[in-house]
């Protein structure tokens, strides 16, 4: 009895005392995660100040030692250049038409197969979603030099073609991101429209889809994002300059032997801005995307 | 499952069917039959057995050399990439203010196209009048080569994948925010410190995501081809230190057209994951914790 009556007293004051001592301590513990926080976000957006920085260098401040980050004379020649140097403009209008026509076919594709697989429990469903998945770990090498073969065969190397039929047969990864998006979609609405007399792909195109527009969104942006940034393909199949998307043309100001650093970073700057920019206006629905695909996984 | 749905089904999944059989399955199998020829692009193949494979195992230094840049960017890389952004995850995921700056400052560089991200990188690591060179002769450090040395041209492109952590973080970061709270809650109460909830909590709740990015990030890593292209100019110099394994598969099958090899070159390297993807099952498969959805 006195024994708890003593224990009773002493514990306020010990609780008081722990509880400054969580205090520093969660204190502490906060200012280090800013400062590891802003640390590495300052390691982070280095390389792009210098990317910046360095596309507006005039040429003679481009190899200096030690580098200056900021130049200084600020110099917007570099990216006129980019345009006279080689034909950059037509770059552009390549990757444009090559990304806009691959989303095209990845969205129309992926959905329509996505939706099968999500909802339309057909004899052998779980036997072909393996085979989905299976293909997803199958490195693209292993197909690469018989379908070469066969797009050269069409006639269709150096043009666009290659690189943009192929999406409208649906990408797994796509399949697989919008098939758990689908599952989500509560069934009712479906059974409801199907009493109602609405054909499958009347409740796919006018239930489901309408529904679906973030996981859509979420994959044309990230589809769109992939095309752009795509290297091996277009290296493989256009050899006419006229015709090289962005992520070759680039490469141009890199010769072997004489590199035109600031128009190689001016030029960086273009390639990389539209990607920016679809970021901050899809946000969202990026870091929702893969989010959800990484965490089913 | 009535007939009728059956049908549906197959009317759904036709266009991933057609492009399965025609660019996946059947490439597959033309790929493994071309592995066994001598085939040069050009006119007919000529069966030669097993000679492709005995000579890339017996007699092809270029193979070996590929092999081991490719183990080793994926030995020394993937984890690191896997550490760096877990790292992040665990420090946005602690309630921080200006939390989606902070996501957005990490996540942008892994949207940088791979050829942008890689001249931006040149510039960096040029030893003469690179920025990394400059700070590290502003501590007195040891300067380097960097891309154009042969033993640091792999730890510079390990360097330059880490940029792009900030890629997995965003899938770390879900699943950190999906551990529920009643479990940190119940280790508080029974005693567990900072790192012990860290272990025995975050951890394990969140091993289905790392799981998942470490045999992603496997099955990318023995595809590097882009960066090591672009800064070795298509070479893989110097000294064949960056020639990583597609890379010299490429150059087997599109510059010096021997196709037949590049083939038995492509079934190594999927046998090569499979096996990898299978221990990584074996030794991790077990200890992974996935909710039970459905």
Redesign the interface.
Known sequence: MSMELAEAKVKPAVKARKARGIKAGKRI??II??V??IT??AL??F??L??IG?SLKPENE??????ALLPKEWDFANYKDVFTIVDFGQYYVNSIIVSIFAVLGTVL?ST??A???AR??????NF?FM??LG?M??????????????FSKLGWTNTFLPLIV?Q???S?YF?FLLRQFFKTIPKELEESAFLDGCS?FGI?WRIILPLSVPAVITVALLSF?WT??D??YP??YLNDDAKYT??LG??Q??G?LL?Q?GP??AA?VL??LP??LL?FLG?KY??QG???T???? | MNKSRTFQFYMFILPWLIGFLALTAGPMLYSLYMSFTDYSGLGVPNWVGFENYQKIFSSDPLFWQSLWNTIFYTVFGVPLGLIVGYLLAVLLNANVRFMGVFRTIFYLPSLVPTVASSLLWIIIFQPDFGIANAVLSFFHLPTSNWLLSEQMVKPALIIMSLWGAGGGMVIYLAGLQSVPASLYEAAELDGAGKFRKFWNVTVPMTSNVIFFNLIMGLIGSFQIFTQAYVVSSGNGGPNYKSLFYVFYLYQDAFKFFKMGYASALAWILFIIILIFTAIQFKVFGSKVYYEHDE
């Not at chain 1, 197909?143 to 073969?149: A, E, K, Q």
């Not at chain 1, 990484?294 to 996984?297: F, S, T, V, Y």
């Open positions: 513990e906060r995660t800013y590891l926080l590495l976000s982070f957006i390389p792009f210098w990317l360095t481009a190899m200096t030692f030690p580098p594709s329509l197969v939706y099968g697989f339309i429990k057909g004899k052998g469903r072909w085979i989905l293909t770990m199958l490195p693209p090498q292993v197909t690469m030099i018989p379908v070469y073969m066969i192929p409208f047969f649906g797994a399949i499958t796919f994002m752009w940034n290297f091996l290296l493989i962005l992520a680039i490469l100001f890199k072997a590199v650093w190689m970073m960086s390639v990389i990607l920016i970021f946000q990026f870091i893969i989010a959800t990484g965490g089913k996984g």
